[in-house]
């Protein structure tokens, strides 16, 4: 460590995820440990952040764990008027400090994967039943292509294709050919 830094490790449990009302993440366990290394006008603030944190898996809406293992880094200046842009955060200088708890918060979240998923045949077997019975799938015709149309007729009656759309598939047809 550096001769002008100090190293701060915090512990991130539910509590920390339930008083920062996190909109994502449900629970967690990590440990956050912060150095911060004073420059000339410019504090830099580096994160280690590791552990597992809970959200609802994107499909079946069960508790999904995921692991998390993120280094990130900010830098803050003291000014005039608080600024936060990209990586660059300016304090008022009458306050003197800044308040890390919503940058943990981000750079877990952004750690994470875009798709919150469980691995194939491990989601919730009765919501996926559930999912499955509001599928849709379109009946194909007797020549084995699927059918364009949305399965009314033109008075919005089961049954016939609207005519348009059999035009169009005798075009397409052509094509095929």
């Not at 991130?12 to 420059?39: Q, T, Y």
């Not at 003291?78 to 919503?102: C, K, R, T, Y």
């Not at 994967?113 to 599928?135: F, I, K």
Request: aromatic share 8%; proline share 5%; net charge negative.
């Amino acid at each position: 460590m550096h001769a002008d830094s100090c190293r701060y490790t915090y512990e991130l449990d539910d509590a920390f995820f339930a008083d920062i009302e996190a909109p994502e993440i449900r629970k967690g366990r990590l440990r956050a440990v912060l150095e911060v290394r004073k420059g000339i006008e410019v504090y830099r603030l580096s994160f280690h952040i590791e552990g597992t944190v809970v959200v609802p898996c994107d499909r079946c809406l069960d508790d999904l764990e995921l692991a998390v293992d993120t280094d990130d880094r900010l830098t803050v200046r003291l000014g005039a008027a608080f600024s936060d842009e990209d990586d660059q955060v300016v304090v008022p200088e009458e306050e003197g400090f800044i308040n890390v708890a919503w940058y943990l918060y981000e750079f877990i979240e952004l750690s994470l994967p875009m798709q919150h998923v469980h691995p194939d045949g491990e989601c919730n077997p009765a919501m996926m039943e559930a999912l499955r019975s509001h599928l849709s799938v379109e009946a194909c015709e007797a020549d084995g292509e699927e059918d364009a149309g949305d399965g009314e007729d033109t008075d919005g009656m089961p049954g016939a294709t609207d005519p348009r759309w059999d035009a169009l598939k005798k075009i397409l047809n052509n094509n095929n050919k």
